[in-house]
């Protein structure tokens, strides 16, 4: 004859455990960047159509001239890569606003041996009609 009884914990199991924070945040982290890594394509599709990609200071004279990053490619006879543009603010006041500037090179062909990398410095005056003007530029960091 067989034993209809089953045991006690076959009828009513133990509720599964909740996974640990660290472990929920853990796999959340892994999900952003398993994103992030199928984004990339069309982020590089976007700056093959479109030649840069630029994300812009608020409040800076000339915007263009000074990005908070810049990606843009670079496709000369000679020279295939790309250019890293950041800017950053170095001296700000009511009247006065120096912004370092620093460009650098990724280069999968080149014809130059050298790092051709830049760093400059632009000075800027809160003229009397409210505008910024150009007041100095600097190779360099700074000062």
């Known amino acids: 004859m067989i034993n209809s009884q089953l045991p006690e914990d076959s009828i009513n199991p133990a509720p599964p455990k909740k996974p640990s924070i660290l472990r929920r945040l853990g796999c959340s982290l892994l999900l952003v960047v398993w994103f992030l890594i199928l984004l990339a394509p069309c982020t590089f599709f976007y700056l093959a159509i479109n030649g840069q990609i630029m994300l812009e200071h608020a409040n800076v004279p000339d915007p263009a001239q000074h990005p908070f990053l810049k990606i843009q490619t670079v496709m000369e006879i000679e020279d295939r890569g790309f250019a890293i543009t950041r800017s950053l603010i170095d001296q700000q006041s009511e009247t006065e606003m120096c912004l370092e500037t620093y ?41």
């Open 103 to 143: 460009v650098n090179y990724v280069f999968w062909q080149s014809s130059h041996n050298e790092s051709q990398d830049a760093v400059f410095c632009d000075c800027y005056m809160r003229g009397a009609d409210a505008e910024w003007e150009l007041v100095d530029q600097l190779g360099g960091v700074c000062d």
